[in-house]
Nanobody
Framework: VQLQASGGGLVQAGDSLTLTCAAS????????MGWFRQAPGKVREFVAA????????YYSDSVKGRLTISRDNAKNTVSLQMDSLKPEDTAVYYC???????????????????WGQGTLVTVSS
């Protein structure tokens, strides 16, 4: 599956932003979809993931309650709604697809086989 992320931009602290990842191919609903981010000078980290049918979600502690992952299998898209943004949310955000499931697997970027190109989110204070 090929992925393309969009929706990044420059916002102020406290603002909201929605990222969208569009997938090509007819196998989108076979993948668990995730979002990762990489802040300047830091390693890439897990943000959120949603299972194939959307019934289970996973979030990192740093974004829980502020970011919401959703998916639309009919449209082959996965979105990341980001509310109450903080300067520390500044990063390049990547969407990714994995065949693995379960909390210990979806947080590991090595388990993801397809990646989008990344979209930059900058949160000013």
């Amino acid at each position: 599956v090929q992925l393309q992320a969009s929706g990044g931009g420059l916002v102020q602290a406290g603002d909201s932003l929605t990222l969208t990842c569009a997938a090509s191919g007819r196998t989108f609903n076979m993948y668990v979809m995730g979002w990762f981010r990489q802040a300047p000078g830091k390693v890439r980290e897990f943000v959120a993931a949603r299972t194939r049918t959307g019934g289970q979600t996973y979030y990192s502690d740093s974004v829980k309650g502020r970011l919401t992952i959703s998916r639309d299998n009919a449209k082959n898209t996965v979105s990341l709604q980001m509310d109450s943004l903080k300067p520390e949310d500044t990063a390049v955000y990547y969407c990714a697809a994995t065949s693995f499931n379960g909390p210990t697997h979806v947080v590991n970027e090595d388990n993801y086989s397809s990646w989008g190109q990344g979209t930059l989110v900058t949160v000013s204070s």
